[in-house]
Structures are given as C-alpha cells and as structure tokens.
C-alpha cells in the first residue's frame, strides 16, 4: 500500500459537506471540540491535510513540501455536493491511515464518522425509509 497525500480538492469538498451538511442544519459536524463553520474553515482544511502529511511521513519519511498551515478553504469551482461522492470522498481520505497507529483516536478519524452519518442522512430516500423497525404489511408484528 501507498501513502498518498490527497489532493487538496478533496479537503475543500470535505469541508464544503461539513459546512453545508451540518453547520445551519440539524447541528454542527466536529472536529476536535470545534464545530465546522465558515470561520473555522481554513483551520479544519489545514488539520485535515496536517493528519494526512503526518501519516505519509511516518510510513515513507517526509514525502512532502506541502505546507498544510498555508491551506485556505476554496469551494469555487468544486462540483456539486452529492451524498454519495462525500461518502466516496471520506473513503479515500480514511483509505490512507490504514495503517497510522492512533487513527482511530484522532479528531480527523471522529470528524470522518460524523461527516460520514450526516451524508449517509441526505441520501434519497433516508428520511422515508428511517423507521424505528422493519414490518411486514401482511403480517402482525411478531414478538419473541
């Protein structure tokens, strides 16, 4: 496996679903104890892409110039914002600490599952089908 720094589209189309799908909606998405807004965008861009580099250089050395601090939030130009290409996003962000000790207890690892829960709820179709059980029309409810 690779390490590969992401490009940093994909940091700004992060951000853009953070924003949009969290932030004036239903509550904020997180990172760390800060919640995504166009203030705190340039900062979440930046330890997203920080978390990354960091991962690259501890599998392969430093492997970068990139200077994660001098990131700035730019949705100009980014497509459309589709649940399923923010859930394909996340994917390939995640994809590349695999192998990263302390992934699972990072603030980008707890930012991915929070954006990934508010994308998953703007798929067509979630908020009709979101029952508390599945039932049969023809049949009674069965107990155990």
Not at 56 to 84: C, I, K, N, Q
Not at 94 to 114: G, I, L
Request: glycine letters at 6%; a neutral charge; hydrophobic letters at 40%.
């Amino acid at each position: 496996m690779s390490a590969y720094i992401v490009n940093v589209a994909d940091i700004d189309y992060l951000v853009y679903a953070a924003l949009h799908y969290g932030y004036g909606q239903s509550g904020y998405v997180y990172y760390g104890n800060w919640g995504v807004t166009l203030d705190t965008a340039d900062w979440l861009g930046a330890a997203l892409l920080k978390q990354n580099v960091a991962m690259a250089e501890y599998r392969f050395l430093p492997v970068s110039t990139l200077d994660p601090a001098a990131y700035r939030y730019r949705p100009d130009g980014l497509p459309p914002l589709v649940p399923v290409k923010v859930l394909v996003t996340i994917s390939r962000y995640e994809y590349q600490f695999c192998k990263y000790p302390t992934w699972e207890r990072s603030a980008a690892h707890d930012f991915c599952t929070q954006l990934r829960t508010a994308a998953i709820r703007q798929l067509p179709g979630y908020h009709e089908a979101q029952t508390w059980s599945v039932e049969r029309p023809d049949h009674p409810r069965r107990e155990m």
